[in-house]
């Protein structure tokens, strides 16, 4: 799991670098930046935040087939260390959906729209995995026995905002099992 929490850290602070590059698209001329360079940056980053969201869902999902110990602290921590990049990204999506109001681009919308929930998710996602994952081996290697309180702090991980509660939720009941 230590691959793992290193991994979550690493794409939670690319994610960071990449929200400083969009601003400086956005703001080129205030700094005095190449815009051209800046682009190259912006792609390089949002290109290793995917690697990073690929590889902590594909290493997550390993992770039902090893032994590790709990990750649900480190989740949780990492999910509320990214509450304000999700805040942040939550008005870059919106103010690039605003663009897209022309009468001209109106039929883009649904895309720019569909495209910033689809990415957000993913980034969410690929946080939430390794407490699903734990959750999963536990279950499966009977180190904790089954409540039906599970459930719904399993789905939380999948809903936008009560991934949050769904994290705490879950840390709070596995950091009584062993």
Same mark, same amino acid.
């Given at each position: 799991?230590?691959?793992? /929490? &290193? ?6 602070? !690319?994610?960071?670098?990449?929200? &400083? &590059? ?5 703001? @080129? ?31 997550? !999902?390993?992770?039902? !087939? /090893?032994?590790? @110990?709990? @990750? ?45 929930? &689809? ?9 939430? #995995?390794?407490?699903?994952?734990? #959750?999963?081996?536990?279950? /499966? ?20 905002? #009560? ?14 099992? /062993?």
């Amino acid at each position: 799991m230590k691959c793992g /929490k &290193v991994l979550l850290w690493l794409q939670l602070l !690319f994610m960071y670098a990449l929200h &400083v &590059v969009i601003w400086l698209v956005v703001k @080129p001329m205030e700094y005095e930046l190449d815009a051209k360079s800046v682009e190259i940056a912006f792609f390089v980053l949002a290109g290793i935040v995917a690697f990073f969201v690929i590889v902590n869902g594909f290493c997550a !999902f390993l992770s039902v !087939f /090893k032994d590790h @110990p709990n @990750p649900t602290k480190n989740t949780l921590i990492v999910k509320l260390a990214a509450i304000p990049w999700y805040a942040v990204n939550f008005y870059f999506w919106v103010g690039l959906a605003s663009g897209f109001l022309n009468p001209f681009l109106l039929i883009a919308l649904p895309l720019v729209i569909g495209l910033g929930v &689809v990415l957000t998710y993913f980034v969410m996602l690929s946080t939430s #995995l390794y407490s699903i994952a734990y #959750l999963i081996r536990g279950l /499966k290697k009977q180190m904790f026995p089954f409540r039906p309180v599970y459930v719904p702090a399993a789905i939380f991980h999948f809903i936008f905002c #009560l991934d949050v509660v769904g994290a705490l939720w879950l840390r709070l009941l596995l950091r009584k099992e /062993k």
